[in-house]
């Protein structure tokens, strides 16, 4: 793993102590395939394994993009509600999947807290569903992704864009994916629709193509569930 891995060094916001953490060299990662909500299933390592920075002393975990400095009255409540009950240990070595989920949701916790926008917590939440599809946790996944769509349905109106590092057709898109995914054909259908629908489209063809097809696939879903309540 070492060809994928390396380290870096970091000062927490929190409680200024100095920690080591991994990082991945993505483009050295072989692809095995895509799913069509944007989870990459990679060959050899997962780098979404590494995505969240956890301080060892502390327990502050955010990713990279929301580790900033912090105001007294933000580091006051994390070392209240997260340090003072915080068992020390050291997430900066090479990570299981169990780590991972707990990563996860560790940053979770502290981007609730902090009152971190919808779009970084949907997409935490999405990152946990993609974790536990590779477990083959079925409910696990469902759950997380219910939570990952209510956050980023919120964020898509009330947020301005890049969302969740979306722009507002792919976000569109995803959402469309999700609603799918969750057995709600035809809203999903609407939102497929806006983002096609969009004046950008043509410069994003491969969300279109996808688009296209995930539509095609919503609809045969929509006349199938029409179908079984005629029928029931």
């Not at 779009?119 to 993609?130: D, K, T």
């Not at 992704?145 to 009330?158: I, R, S």
């Not at 994916?177 to 489209?201: C, Q, S, T, V």
Request: glycine share 4%.
């Amino acid at each position: 793993m070492d060809k994928y891995l390396y380290d870096k060094d970091l000062i927490c916001p929190v409680c200024s102590k100095k920690f080591t953490t991994k990082k991945v060299r993505l483009r050295k990662i072989p692809v095995d395939k895509k799913d069509p909500d944007f989870h990459i299933w990679y060959k050899d390592i997962n780098p979404i394994f590494y995505n969240v920075w956890v301080c060892p002393n502390c327990g502050f975990s955010v990713t990279e993009s929301e580790h900033k400095p912090l105001n007294m009255d933000q580091k006051g409540l994390i070392l209240k509600q997260i340090s003072s009950k915080w068992q020390k240990r050291d997430f900066g070595g090479e990570r299981t999947h169990a780590q991972a989920i707990e990563t996860h949701k560790l940053a979770m916790l502290t981007g609730t807290l902090l009152g971190k926008s919808k779009g970084y917590l949907g997409s935490l939440c999405l990152r946990l569903a993609w974790l536990y599809r590779e477990a083959d946790n079925t409910s696990l996944e469902k759950v997380h992704l219910k939570h990952a769509l209510d956050h980023l349905e919120v964020a898509y109106t009330n947020e301005s864009f890049p969302v969740a590092g979306l722009d507002e057709i792919s976000l569109a898109y995803l959402i469309g994916e999700l609603k799918r995914m969750l057995g709600e054909p035809k809203e999903a259908i609407f939102w497929y629709n806006r983002a096609l629908e969009h004046p950008d489209i043509k410069h994003k063809r491969l969300i279109q193509l996808k688009a296209r097809d995930q539509w095609q696939a919503a609809k045969e879903e929509y006349n199938l569930l029409k179908e079984r309540m005629k029928n029931a």
